[in-house]
């Protein structure tokens, strides 16, 4: 007995020291599992930000996503905090020992000297009976499995991000919107003024006429700002040319074909309509041309607008009001907005059979593209299949 009590004063004695050192290797392996939850909840937090369309380089996301990951962590740590005698019953379950070790380590939360004899034997005969190998075996969790959780949650983040990376622009459409803002702030000059063709419209017709002048010209100066500030997002790109393509097909229809400013107006919507045609968008339904052809009978070349609208082949023509043969109208198109691109000014684009249409309005790389566009309509013609008209009346 005398020495059962040394030991017992010592410590060695006690099953506590076991259990202790097992309650801090249990700590260790819940904070590691806090951890990689906190992980993998940060990247599917941001998966979920991508998804939605957020940008990851915002402060913002990463704020929310961090205090949701921190969350994850801290209700993890609380909900499974390893506790001394939840620890000591758990090994006690797994190792078969009916109970023993939780009285055990319940009795020696007693002091020493107050401590009973029958309690002093029966931590004694634990240390006998069990190692601290057995006792870390059985009180570590299995948290290898929370290994895998933030790997997968970078795959969900990498998916979502490589799924949702927004198509890029061609580089030159640059060279199209500086162009497209001289003519439609010509367009407005010469609606503001009066001094022109369009003055014939009524006072309703023309203040609707300056009023969609206005817009456009504000859109084409929003998209010249945002090519110049180097955004290259397609689909944004894309809303904001298709918005000004209809309020230029609108300003079109209300301008009389051969007033100045209606030309002006053409060649601001043949320079839109290229650049809808880079970004991949789909060509707008046909328009009602009545008045257009109309106009451009009373101005001498009605017969041959006519013949390019039944055609196709003709509608870069017949979109600016004079037939092909319009000698004086063709200059006057290849005076406007080419005048100003760098590729004509440079004579890279040598004349071609597209540019004796009405003018080079295009930088020379895009004459593929126009051919291509001119032979499609008229290749459907000779097919007698209508539908790719709306590409040519666009």
Not at 16 to 37: I, M
Not at 240 to 250: D, K
Not at 304 to 312: H, I, L, M, N, W
Not at 352 to 363: D, H, I, Q, S
């Amino acid at each position: 007995m005398p020495i059962v009590a040394s030991a017992d004063r010592s410590g060695a004695g006690e099953v506590a020291p076991l259990l202790h050192r097992a309650l801090r290797a249990v700590g260790l392996a819940r904070l590691a599992e806090a951890v990689l939850l906190a992980a993998t909840a940060l990247t599917c937090v941001l998966a979920a930000a991508a998804l939605s369309g957020g940008t990851l380089s915002r402060p913002a996301t990463w704020g929310v996503a961090l205090l949701c990951a921190s969350l994850v962590a801290l209700t993890w740590w609380l909900e499974k905090r390893p506790r001394p005698a939840r620890l000591a019953a758990r090994v006690d379950s797994k190792l078969g020992l009916g109970g023993s070790l939780l009285t055990a380590y319940e009795a020696e939360q007693t002091p020493p000297e107050r401590r009973s004899p029958l309690a002093r034997l029966l931590s004694a005969g634990l240390l006998r009976r069990i190692s601290e190998r057995q006792v870390l075996a059985a009180a570590l969790p299995r948290s290898l499995p929370f290994a895998a959780l933030p790997f997968l949650g970078a795959g969900l983040l990498a998916i979502v991000l490589e799924g949702g990376e927004p198509e890029r622009a061609v580089p030159w459409l640059g060279e199209l919107s500086g162009p497209l803002v001289v003519e439609l702030s010509q367009a407005r000059g010469l609606l503001n003024s009066g001094q022109d063709r369009a003055g014939e419209l009524s006072p309703a017709a023309a203040e609707e006429a300056r009023h969609l002048a206005r817009q456009a010209l504000a859109s084409a100066e929003a998209l010249d700002r945002a090519l110049a500030g180097g955004q290259d997002d397609a689909q944004r790109l894309a809303l904001q040319t298709r918005r000004l393509q209809e309020r230029l097909g609108e300003l079109g229809r209300l301008l009389p074909p051969g007033s100045s400013a209606g030309v002006a107006a053409d060649r601001a919507r043949a320079l839109t309509d290229a650049m809808a045609m880079a970004l991949g968008l789909p060509s707008l339904p046909a328009r009602d041309r009545e008045s257009a052809e109309a106009g451009g009978g009373a101005g001498g070349g009605g017969e041959a607008e006519s013949e390019a609208g039944r055609d196709g082949s003709g509608a870069l023509a017949s979109d600016r009001g004079g037939s092909a043969g319009d000698g004086e109208q063709a200059a006057d198109h290849g005076t406007g907005a080419a005048a100003t691109l760098p590729s004509a000014d440079r004579g890279v684009a040598p004349a071609t059979p597209e540019a004796a249409v009405g003018g080079r309005w295009w930088p020379g790389h895009l004459d593929g593209i126009v051919r291509r566009w001119h032979d499609a309509g008229a290749a459907a013609h000779q097919a007698g299949d209508d539908s790719s008209a709306p590409l040519l009346d666009n």
